[in-house]
């Protein structure tokens, strides 16, 4: 069975600053997918990014980077610049992307804060 | 991109009435829609998948006569939440997927639901 462990439940970060969410999963598929998103309190899920397992290459969208170590199941996310909209809940997910008819298997979130 | 949308965002009712929850896709056709369901400050836990024109497949300790899921199209998804009690109380999120892009989910902006 798929797992994703944060074992982070919160992070404080200054404005400005880098910040590391931390992300571990388990699974015995070849082929997968993993999933960063953000919730912020009004509730709705904000994807951010997205890693393949047979990308060789980082995932990066503007100031979210995917630090993916495959052979240690670790796919960290990585904030650059932190800014006050940044404070949120941030989620790890799984699922297999060559099934459509399967679910996000989510963490158990890590809350962000970033300070003035 | 692809929107999808939830009606109503907030319900309160009393307990022993039923709710019904909508979760539509605003411009493309989902094949699979999910319903999530999510504690404050927890993580999101799968209730159901559910596919257009057949019955939803619940994950298990969802009691399946108390969460009444319909798909009747490929826009539609509706949870209905019978003889509500207050620990049902709690954020309900939809996502879905369409068949062209399976890597992704797209979440609506979820249903807060306090039962009195």
């Known amino acids: 069975a798929q797992k994703i462990t944060q074992t982070q439940p919160g992070m404080f970060v200054q404005e400005k600053e880098a910040v590391t969410l931390d992300c571990t999963y388990d699974t015995s598929d070849q082929s997968y997918g993993l999933f960063w998103y953000k919730q912020p309190s009004s509730g709705e899920m904000i994807f951010l990014i997205y890693q393949g397992s047979y990308d060789e290459q980082n995932a990066t969208e503007g100031r979210y980077s995917l630090n993916f170590q495959k052979a240690r199941k670790s796919a960290n996310l990585v904030i650059s610049a932190s800014q006050l909209g940044d404070s949120a809940m941030y989620f790890c997910a799984m699922r297999d992307p060559n099934q459509a008819g399967t679910a996000l298997i989510f963490g158990k979130g890590t809350t962000l804060s970033v300070s003035s | 991109g692809a929107v999808v949308s939830q009606h109503p965002s907030r319900v309160i009712c009393k307990s022993g009435t039923s709710v019904k929850i909508e979760c539509r896709s605003l411009?493309?056709?989902?094949?699979?829609m999910f319903w999530y369901r999510q504690f404050p400050k927890k993580s999101l836990m799968l209730m159901a998948t559910s596919n257009e024109g057949s019955k939803a497949t619940y994950e298990q300790g969802v009691e399946k006569d108390k969460f009444l899921i319909n798909h009747a199209s490929l826009t539609l998804s509706t949870l209905t939440v019978t003889s509500a009690h207050p620990e049902d109380s709690s954020f309900y999120i939809c996502s879905a997927t369409t068949s062209w892009s399976t890597d992704t989910q797209y979440f609506g902006p979820g249903t807060r639901l306090t039962v009195l």
């Open positions: 411009d493309f056709q989902a094949t699979t």
